[in-house]
């Protein structure tokens, strides 16, 4: 069944996202009323109107492009934890997150984007990216490699002995362990910045456009997507144990996301230099 869905025309899943994202998201775009707002777990945690409707089209559009395919959506998990366990089933499953960048979304700025990933046994097979503000649309898919608004796209090497651009999650919001880890990156020949949506900075990993990420949560919504784009660009990614990154949870963080063996390597190294 994955097998012969994957063979076919998966334009129709790429109309499917840039439908929800006109359907729901960008006519509220810089259009948000205070009532359709909501902070879930903090004042960095919000969730929009926006949020809650395109997920929900995205529920009912993807089950029907692949029968018996289950949704595991960010808000859908947040309302009932247990729909994240579908993860390590049997059913092929639509990894969610209908606007990452929650907080750049609703400040009226164009960096968010919707983030759509299929997996099957915990294997990533094939994902997208839409940054609908910005017109882009990344796709990815296992072994035939990953392309941007349909040219493909790769994320190359760093410059030899330049210092590496890395993107990381803030350390405030950490365990003090990944704390230690991720202020290992403020150290010479790397240049560290807080974090924006993760699924553009994957995507900007996947073209070459920043040479690194370093990350301390691991909920699948917000890495599947990425990881495999920036896979299937040639880069590399690894958890701070060295083992791959798994989608099913139980990693050993702060993991990384980076240009090339090399640079993931780096990154490592600094990160376990900080732990």
Known sequence: M????????????EAAVRAAAAAEI?????QLAAHEIVEKNGPHDLVTTADRLAEEHLTRSLSRLLPGSVVVGEEAVHADPKVYEALGGEAPVWI????DGTRQFVHGEPGFCT?????HHGE?????????????MAVAVRGRGATLNGAPIRAGSPAPEAALHVAMSHPDYTTDAQKRALLGLRTEGIDARPCGSAGLEYLAVARGG?????FNWEFAWDHAAGLLLVTEA???QATLSGAPFRITGGNDLPFTAARDRATADRVLAALRAGA
Do not use: K, N
């Open 210 to 214: 920043l040479d690194a990420l370093a």
């Open 124 to 136: 990533l097979l094939a994902s997208w990216t839409y940054a609908a503000a910005l017109d882009e």
């Open 96 to 99: 969610v997150d209908p606007v």
């Open 115 to 119: 983030l759509v990933a299929l997996a």
């Open 2 to 13: 994955i097998d012969d869905f994957l063979a076919g025309d998966l334009t129709e899943v």
């Open 26 to 30: 960008m006519p509220r775009y810089r």
């Open 234 to 236: 040639g880069g590399a």
